[in-house]
């Protein structure tokens, strides 16, 4: 059973570019949470994704912006990339949207903005 | 909302020795709580829960104690190996299942 998977790996980009991350759900999940990782931090909460719509948000700009598509995948979207947005990007996917389904996380998407 | 933190940023311990790592928290939407733990270049991977119900829970190794009265937890791990070196992560539930975490204790285990 593969797990929580994330493309790519690794991601260099320049401020004021665009990125794009993409996730792969545990199978049998089908909500999606995405997670922003600095460096020596807790994850902090972005969105989460669940029936194709972004159903709680976190304190993040507009500049982020995901989309989740009917096989449960999902992407986040990053806008106008400041320095400040180099970071460990995660998903996690969890059963539903009940509280205390466990969620599990992929390995990560390392962004680097330079 | 919730807030939650560790005690200590890093714990040294060797090799055999049992292993508590801290947290506090100020406030919980569910009283409901995961330990993660992350090794190097790996996201979080999940060790074992606690729900508000609970004072104590105990998995292979590892047992959570959730004390609701001081807002605490902590993690022991028994017999603590050097695979067990890494990042130890409490979170809280808040409402519609998004996570909160603190920032992390790393856990050194030396042979």
Redesign the interface.
């Given at each position: 059973d593969a797990g929580?998977t994330q493309s790519p790996t690794h991601l260099i980009k320049t401020r004021g570019q665009q990125v794009t991350l993409r996730c792969s759900p545990k199978s049998g999940h089908d909500?999606v949470?995405w997670?922003q990782q600095a460096l020596?931090?807790?994850?902090?909460?972005i969105f989460?994704y669940y029936e194709e719509e972004e159903?709680?948000r976190?304190n993040f700009p507009d500049r982020f912006s995901g989309h989740q598509f009917p096989n449960y995948s999902s992407e986040l979207n990053v806008n106008a990339l400041l320095l400040g947005d180099s970071a460990l990007y995660?998903c996690?996917s969890?059963p539903?949207?009940?509280?205390?389904?466990?969620?599990?996380?992929?390995?990560?998407t390392r962004l680097t903005v330079l | 909302g919730e807030s939650?933190g560790l005690h200590l940023p890093t714990l040294s311990v060797q090799e055999g020795d049992n292993s508590i790592i801290n947290c506090a928290y100020s406030n919980s939407a569910?009283d409901?709580f995961?330990w993660?733990k992350q090794e190097s270049?790996?996201?979080?991977?999940?060790i074992i829960?606690i729900?508000s119900n609970m004072d104590k829970r105990q998995g292979q190794r590892v047992t959570v104690l959730l004390n609701k009265t001081v807002k605490h937890l902590s993690l022991q791990i028994a017999a603590t190996q050097p695979g067990d070196s890494a990042v130890y992560?409490c979170?809280g539930?808040?409402?519609?299942?998004?996570?909160?975490?603190?920032?992390?204790t790393m856990l050194l285990v030396s042979p």
């Open positions: 929580v909500t949470s997670y020596g931090q807790g994850p902090q909460f989460q159903r709680q976190g995660l996690a969890s539903g949207t009940s509280l205390g389904n466990t969620q599990y996380f992929g390995p990560g | 939650v569910s409901y995961i993660y270049g790996k996201g979080p991977q999940f829960d729900r992560f979170a539930y808040e409402e519609y299942s998004t996570l909160t975490f603190g920032k992390g």
